[in-house]
T-cell receptor
Framework: GDSVTQMEGPVTLSEEAFLTINCTYTATGYPSLFWYVQYPGEGLQLLLKATKADDKGSNKGFEATYRKETTSFHLEKGSVQVSDSAVYFC??????????FGTGTKLQVIP | DGGITQSPKYLFRKEGQNVTLSCEQNLNHDAMYWYRQDPGQGLRLIYY???????QKGDIAEGYSVSREKKESFPLTVTSAQKNPTAFYLCASSIDGKGDARGYTFGSGTRLTVV
């Protein structure tokens, strides 16, 4: 079945550092890929998405590129801020009612 | 603004009690979902509904029940049969149930604690 694997956290970075959170997936067909962000005590918010190979999703300075050859969708940001501290979830949508989430990666940004 | 409202934000349940978590959306979405979130385990699907008066079990439906009598409402009941109900519960919706590439909209969650 479908699966999503994210790097273990927490990831701790200083403000203005470069961020990469790795995400790889296993799926049949051509899934859509997503990154969601969850701030403490809140639900998940859609951060960005990509629907086909080589698409780049971007939002709020975050980017991720759909790499079919490596089955990856790594999240990147050039300069993180304290306000980016949250848990980030990679997810894929493989068809009817089948969205699979990764286990989440906690990001802590220190001033 | 449209969105999903979950209530209450915090809920305490005694052993042997049933409790109901509310989820209401005004997005005119057809599909609605309930997830359970435990530390280090990501999100696990409890139940989902594609249309009114129809719903299906997800991966961990035992000890839970739902109803979908109105398009905008999808309440979740945690029954006494659920042995370990302490968790964070998230409701979500999507425009339809066809693996929509536009993603899900989530509520802000209900934290259930057994006392």
């Amino acid at each position: 079945g479908d699966s999503v694997t994210q790097m273990e956290g927490p990831v701790t970075l200083s403000e203005e550092a470069f961020l990469t959170i790795n995400c790889t997936y296993t799926a049949t067909g051509y899934p859509s890929l997503f990154w969601y962000v969850q701030y403490p005590g809140e639900g998940l918010q859609l951060l960005l998405k990509a629907t086909k190979a080589d698409d780049k999703g971007s939002n709020k300075g975050f980017e991720a590129t759909y790499r079919k050859e490596t089955t990856s969708f790594h999240l990147e940001k050039g300069s993180v801020q304290v306000s980016d501290s949250a848990v980030y979830f990679c997810a894929l949508s493989g068809g009817y009612q089948k969205v699979t989430f990764g286990t989440g990666t906690k990001l802590q940004v220190i001033p | 603004d449209g969105g999903i409202t979950q209530s209450p934000k915090y809920l305490f349940r005694k052993e042997g009690q049933n409790v109901t978590l509310s989820c209401e959306q005004n997005l005119n979405h057809d599909a609605m979902y309930w997830y359970r979130q435990d530390p280090g385990q990501g999100l696990r699907l409890i139940y989902y509904s594609q249309i009114v008066n129809d719903f299906q079990k997800g991966d961990i439906a035992e000890g839970y029940s739902v109803s979908r009598e109105k398009k905008e409402s999808f309440p979740l009941t945690v029954t006494s049969a659920q042995k370990n109900p302490t968790a964070f519960y998230l409701c979500a919706s999507s425009i339809d149930g066809k693996g929509d590439a536009r993603g899900y909209t989530f509520g802000s969650g209900t934290r259930l604690t057994v006392v």
